[in-house]
């Protein structure tokens, strides 16, 4: 069956960086379109950034543009994003989507002084 595991969360200061990874198992990982979406106290879910299959489009939420990077490894079958220059607006719970089908069960980002 799908198994995405999110890990990589954790306590840092604003302007910090952290990097998620998101293993996955139980596809095709090489045919897939892969998500990070995230989820703030009291808020609904909100896209985060968007990979193709291949690794060769990305998308991003405005306000991390610049900020964020979402990559694969494919040989991994692992997806990851890479936040820098991080906010207390960026804190949430983070999980990784197959096609906005399937979901992990998040890890969480907190961004305090």
């Known amino acids: 069956q799908v198994q995405l595991v999110e890990s990589g969360g954790g306590l840092v200061q604003p302007g910090g960086s952290l990097r998620l990874s998101c293993v996955t198992s139980?596809?095709?990982?090489?045919?897939?379109?892969m998500l990070w979406y995230r989820q703030a106290p009291g808020e609904g879910r909100e896209f985060v950034a968007v990979?193709?299959?291949?690794?060769?489009?990305?998308n991003y939420k405005d306000s991390v543009k610049g900020r964020f990077t979402i990559s694969r490894d494919t040989a991994k079958n692992t997806v990851y994003l890479e936040m820098n220059s991080l906010k207390p607006e960026d804190t949430a719970v983070y999980s990784c989507?197959?096609?906005?089908?399937?979901w992990g069960q998040g890890t969480q980002v907190t961004v305090s002084s």
């Open positions: 139980g596809f095709t990982f090489s045919t897939a379109t």
């Open positions: 990979i193709s299959n291949d690794g060769s489009n990305t």
């Open positions: 989507s197959l096609n906005g089908f399937y």
